[in-house]
T-cell receptor, first 114, second 112 residues
Framework: ETGVTQTPRHLVMGMTNKKSLKCEQH?????MYWYKQSAKKPLELMFV???????ENNSVPSRFSPECPNSSHLFLHLHTLQPEDSALYLC?????????????FGNGTRLTVT | QKEVEQNSGPLSVPEGAIASLNCTYS??????FFWYRQYSGKSPELIMF????GDKEDGRFTAQLNKASQYVSLLIRDSQPSDSATYLC????????????FGSGTRLLVRP
């Protein structure tokens, strides 16, 4: 399998549930990202891991907790979410320290919080 | 506050026409510029990137960069209905991809 794969594709959860989103990249990249995409808003960077260390956290609420066990896998653990957290969550990867390295996105997880 | 501005559209063009998508950015230190296409319900996919002033062509797509005017555009020649999507402009001002700022996107509709 190639590229960036995300599971699940769709997730409906209540505000008291705990769930996790999974991302796996098969591109040999050394950086992985979580983005949030809400309707009519720009993509929002949530977390960045470069060489498995978190290097960026754009003041995301603590109800979102990332985990990067190795350079190919990335998780986003969710707990006590709010309805406004409903969005498309995109994982991406890139090769850092490479000129003009673009992001490669997964297919996303459509999250609905009820 | 670094910003990337795009007209939300929709931009409607007839099949076969040239579609012109525009993007302005606020940071003069920006180094790389990317265009992504996103179909409804799908993830963004990279179309092109450009980092030098001037034009860069790839098939029916041409990216144009003018750093003095802080302006980047994407031209789509011979537009097809399958080009109907939202086009995202992204600007990077450092050597790390997490220094990438996205615009809100322009929705393109190509009428058969």
């Amino acid at each position: 399998e190639t590229g960036v794969t995300q599971t699940p594709r769709h997730l409906v959860m209540g505000m008291t549930n705990k769930k996790s989103l999974k991302c796996e990249q098969h591109l040999g990249h050394n950086a992985m990202y979580w983005y949030k995409q809400s309707a009519k808003k720009p993509l929002e960077l949530m977390f960045v891991y470069s060489l498995e260390e978190r290097v960026e956290n754009n003041s995301v609420p603590s109800r979102f907790s990332p985990e990067c066990p190795n350079s190919s896998h990335l998780f986003l653990h969710l707990h006590t979410l709010q309805p406004e957290d409903s969005a498309l969550y995109l994982c991406a990867s890139s090769q850092e320290r490479t000129d003009h390295s673009p992001l490669h996105f997964g297919n996303g997880t459509r999250l609905t919080v009820t | 506050q670094k910003e990337v501005e795009q007209n939300s559209g929709p931009l409607s063009v007839p099949e076969g026409a040239i579609a012109s998508l525009n993007c302005t950015y606020s940071d003069r230190g920006s180094q790389s510029f990317f265009w992504y296409r996103q179909y409804s319900g799908k993830s963004p996919e990279l179309i092109m990137f450009i980092y030098s002033n001037g034009d860069k062509e790839d098939g029916r797509f041409t990216a144009q960069l003018n750093k003095a005017s802080q302006y980047v555009s994407l031209l789509i020649r011979d537009s097809q209905p399958s080009d109907s999507a939202t086009y995202l402009c992204a600007v990077k001002w450092g050597d790390s991809s997490y220094k990438l700022i996205f615009g809100s996107g322009t929705r393109l509709l190509v009428r058969p």
